[in-house]
């Protein structure tokens, strides 16, 4: 049984455009989009969503999904590195709010960072820490990729290469690297290339100590890079030059936790834009097309047919793509996973 989508806008990919035809439908079963070039058809479900606009189920690139139930935490002005943040919060985990916090069932820590997620219109993760048993159930609020390679750092990993070697056939392995404004940051790039870690499925976070001949290398390599602008504004009072990676094809946003983030991931799309880098349509594909490529994901990040049926509904308006740099949960009338309803409003 498939569900048609008629008299909706439909928020393609900024190359082909925004679809708006009363004669044609987005159709959809519980496995992948159908078609949106044809009108519904005979036993067809029928959706008139004359107003809305359909946009395609964003890509997170970055969460720690147990870690959205703290509060945003930080314990200097601001930080040369990453580094120095974490050895200052290591120690306030034995002290409140943080004990209280920790105690909280880990399902419950998990399905927090799950919900922010589906309200802001997330509709896949990606998780930098163990793929806890929460994360690979069916009922999860979102998709959380399940095959993935990764280290915590640099600095926190003991063998970074053993990490790097147990990466799964196919995935990507993800490090938070170069997240920092002073030489330790600076250097971290060549540590990588000289264990041998950076080929064509790996994934820096944060980048932000990267040079721009530190990028061209990532790049040439075939590495990509998760950008999470707010965090880094937040710790390091300082963001990394994304425009190359970008132009690659080789950027993905992540929002991080809200330990260190603005909040979700409309929350973290405007503060990408603020810094003047990117076009809309830059910022669009790094939560869609470019994120999904770039993370191996086969069948998300688009509304074409053979997709995943994974979107969310919003109002209708003149400029969709800038349209989205302005939403927050309560515009989103209702987020589909698989076909499904998961949230509405």
Same mark, same amino acid.
């Given at each position: 049984?498939?569900?048609?989508?008629?008299?909706?806008?439909?928020? *393609?990919?900024? $190359?082909?455009? %925004? /679809?708006?035809?009363?004669?044609?439908?987005? #159709?959809?079963?519980?496995?992948? @989009?159908?078609?949106?070039?044809?009108?519904?058809?005979?036993?067809?479900?029928?959706?008139?969503?004359?107003?809305?606009?359909?946009?395609?189920?964003?890509?997170?690139?970055?969460?720690?999904?147990?870690?959205?139930?703290?509060?945003?935490?930080?314990?200097?002005?601001?930080?040369?590195?990453?580094?120095?943040?974490?050895?200052?919060?290591?120690?306030?985990?034995?002290?409140?709010?943080?004990?209280?916090?920790?105690?909280?069932?880990?399902?419950?820590?998990?399905?927090?960072?799950?919900?922010?997620?589906?309200?802001?219109?997330?509709?896949?993760?990606?998780?930098?820490?163990?793929?806890?048993?929460?994360?690979?159930?069916?009922?999860?609020?979102?998709?959380?990729?399940?095959?993935?390679?990764?280290?915590?750092? *640099?600095?926190? $990993?003991?063998? %970074? /290469?053993?990490?790097?070697?147990?990466?799964? #056939?196919?995935?990507?392995?993800? @490090?938070?690297?170069?997240?920092?404004?002073?030489?330790?940051?600076?250097?971290?790039?060549?540590?990588?290339?000289?264990?041998?870690?950076?080929?064509?499925?790996?994934?820096?976070?944060?980048?932000?100590?990267?040079?721009?001949?530190?990028?061209?290398?990532?790049?040439?390599?075939?590495?990509?890079?998760?950008?999470?602008?707010?965090?880094?504004?937040?710790?390091?009072?300082?963001?990394?030059?994304?425009?190359?990676?970008?132009?690659?094809?080789?950027?993905?946003?992540?929002?991080?936790?809200?330990?260190?983030?603005?909040?979700?991931?409309?929350?973290?799309?405007?503060?990408?834009?603020?810094?003047?880098?990117?076009?809309?349509?830059?910022?669009?594909?790094?939560?869609?097309?470019?994120?999904?490529?770039?993370?191996?994901?086969?069948?998300?990040?688009?509304?074409?047919?053979?997709?995943?049926?994974?979107?969310?509904?919003?109002?209708?308006?003149?400029?969709?793509?800038?349209?989205?740099?302005?939403?927050?949960?309560?515009?989103?009338?209702?987020?589909?996973?698989?076909?499904?309803?998961?949230?509405?409003?």
């Amino acid at each position: 049984m498939a569900t048609a989508i008629i008299n909706a806008q439909i928020v *393609l990919p900024p $190359e082909f455009g %925004v /679809r708006l035809d009363p004669n044609l439908a987005l #159709r959809f079963d519980s496995r992948s @989009i159908l078609s949106i070039d044809r009108p519904p058809q005979r036993g067809d479900t029928i959706l008139d969503l004359t107003g809305r606009a359909i946009y395609p189920g964003l890509i997170n690139a970055h969460d720690h999904l147990e870690l959205n139930h703290y509060p945003r935490s930080k314990f200097r002005p601001v930080y040369a590195n990453a580094h120095q943040w974490g050895e200052d919060f290591l120690p306030q985990l034995a002290e409140e709010p943080y004990v209280s916090l920790r105690r909280q069932p880990l399902s419950e820590q998990c399905t927090i960072g799950g919900i922010k997620n589906l309200r802001s219109g997330v509709t896949t993760v990606v998780h930098h820490n163990p793929l806890h048993p929460p994360l690979r159930s069916p009922d999860f609020p979102v998709r959380v990729v399940q095959h993935y390679g990764w280290a915590h750092s *640099l600095h926190f $990993e003991k063998n %970074v /290469r053993a990490s790097f070697r147990k990466t799964p #056939r196919g995935a990507v392995w993800m @490090i938070h690297l170069a997240e920092g404004t002073d030489d330790i940051a600076a250097g971290e790039l060549r540590q990588l290339h000289a264990l041998g870690c950076l080929q064509k499925h790996t994934v820096l976070i944060h980048g932000v100590g990267l040079s721009a001949e530190d990028r061209q290398l990532v790049i040439a390599q075939g590495a990509g890079l998760v950008w999470c602008p707010s965090t880094n504004l937040f710790l390091l009072g300082a963001t990394g030059d994304v425009r190359d990676f970008s132009a690659a094809g080789k950027l993905a946003i992540g929002t991080d936790s809200r330990l260190t983030a603005d909040g979700d991931m409309f929350d973290e799309l405007r503060a990408a834009a603020r810094t003047g880098q990117l076009s809309i349509a830059a910022l669009f594909r790094a939560v869609t097309t470019d994120a999904a490529t770039m993370l191996r994901l086969r069948n998300v990040g688009t509304l074409l047919p053979g997709y995943a049926p994974d979107f969310f509904v919003a109002p209708a308006s003149s400029d969709p793509y800038a349209a989205l740099l302005s939403f927050t949960p309560h515009n989103l009338e209702a987020v589909y996973v698989g076909g499904q309803v998961r949230y509405q409003r």
